[in-house]
């Protein structure tokens, strides 16, 4: 079973940056497709951004122009760097294999999240 582990979540004041990794385990990361979505309180799970196994890179409006997802398929990792923050980023960060794009049902597994809090 393919296991997704998050990290670089945090504080960070409005307009600040984080950079956020997940890893996957097994061999053949390079052949999946990853997404990162995210979950604020009483809200549902929304999708942020996803990147194809060839690298190309697909965004939600909201966040375009100032989020990046990239991959390192060396270490198994993906990563979308967030610049530009806003109060309204402020949510549990997940990222996903398999997917692409924002349908949450064509992601077979799922990262346990990693909390980001943008903050005023």
């Known amino acids: 079973q393919v296991q997704l582990v998050e990290s670089g979540g945090g504080l960070v004041q409005v307009g600040g940056s984080l950079r956020l990794s997940c890893t996957a385990s097994?061999?053949?990361?390079?052949?999946?497709?990853m997404g990162w979505f995210r979950q604020a309180p009483g809200k549902e799970r929304e999708y942020v951004a996803s990147?194809?196994?060839?690298?190309?890179?697909y965004y939600t409006d909201s966040v375009t122009g100032r989020f990046t997802i990239s991959r390192d398929n060396a270490k198994n990792t993906v990563y979308l760097q967030m610049n530009s923050l806003k109060p309204e980023d402020t949510a549990v960060y997940y990222c996903?294999?398999?997917?692409?794009?924002?349908?949450?049902?064509?992601?077979?597994?799922w990262g346990q999240g990693t909390q980001v809090t943008v903050s005023s």
């Open positions: 996903a294999r398999g997917g692409l794009g924002p349908e949450k049902s064509g992601y077979n597994d």
């Open positions: 097994g061999r053949t990361f390079s052949n999946y497709n």
């Open positions: 990147i194809h196994w060839s690298g190309r890179t």
